[in-house]
């Protein structure tokens, strides 16, 4: 069967977020699926199905990391659509059925993609004892981001104090589900971005991923509520980087971003 690499949230190859994809028949048994993800190595791996016509949902969708299977996933969603398009497998819009509901995946003229994602419910919560040694930083204020997310959103003091972040990542994985969220105000907004993350993930084996799309459901109410404006970037500043464009729509958020397909091949086992 085909498997394809994409790099998802840029425009150009080698940056942005690496994710698996498979287009199946149908789903294997789970434990094929966590070693293909584990074999790919990835942040993610997605594997889809096509869904008959008349439901709710067009293709049916899990992700994958090298260790578990997740709740939600951002650029693995962006890639998945991305292979659909590029292959004309599917035109227009694509509903997703998955495990955080039916997510919708909308190509735009301008060659980009945008995801319809439910908005991150936030609770704020004190900033928990310990965390600030083990991220290497004092965090300002501390929220808890829901089920689906499940990480633990941090406020940095600057741009300059997340770009500089290196964390003890063995005991940051104790403070959530998933992982940590850092993140501040941009520095200069004429750069291209409003606010400034980095997502670390030890507990799904991900010790830092490059760009994360579900954090940024979490990331656009957080940050439109303080800087006044639904629309904004994110620029997630890893060794990869990428930027999102957040669009907060209430309940719902919209990611959008672009994809670049950098290995398509064979998958024999």
Known sequence: MRIRIVDAFTDRPFSGNPAGVLLLAAFPDDAWLQNVAKEVNHAETAFAHPLPEGGEADWALRWFTPVAEV?????????????????NTHAGPVRFATRSGVLVATPRPDGSLTLDFPTAPLTPVAVPDGVAEALGA?????????????????????????????????????????????????????????????????????DEDPVTGSAHTALAPYWSERLGSPDLTGLQASTRSGHVRT?????????????????????LA
């Open 138 to 206: 004092e965090p300002l204020n501390a929220v808890d981001t829901g089920p689906n997310v499940g990480d633990l959103l941090l406020e940095l003091a600057d741009e300059k104090t997340v770009l500089g972040l290196a964390p003890d990542l063995r005991s940051l994985g104790r403070y959530s589900a998933r992982g940590i969220i850092a993140t501040a105000r941009a520095e200069d907004p004429a750069a291209g971005h409003d606010y400034v993350s980095r997502c670390f993930f030890p507990n799904l084996g991900i």
């Open 71 to 87: 709740a939600m996933c951002g650029h693995a969603t962006l890639a998945t659509a991305h292979v659909l398009a590029e292959t």
């Open 247 to 267: 669009e907060l729509r209430g309940e719902r958020t919209l990611l959008s971003g672009r994809a670049v397909t950098v290995i398509d091949g064979e998958l």
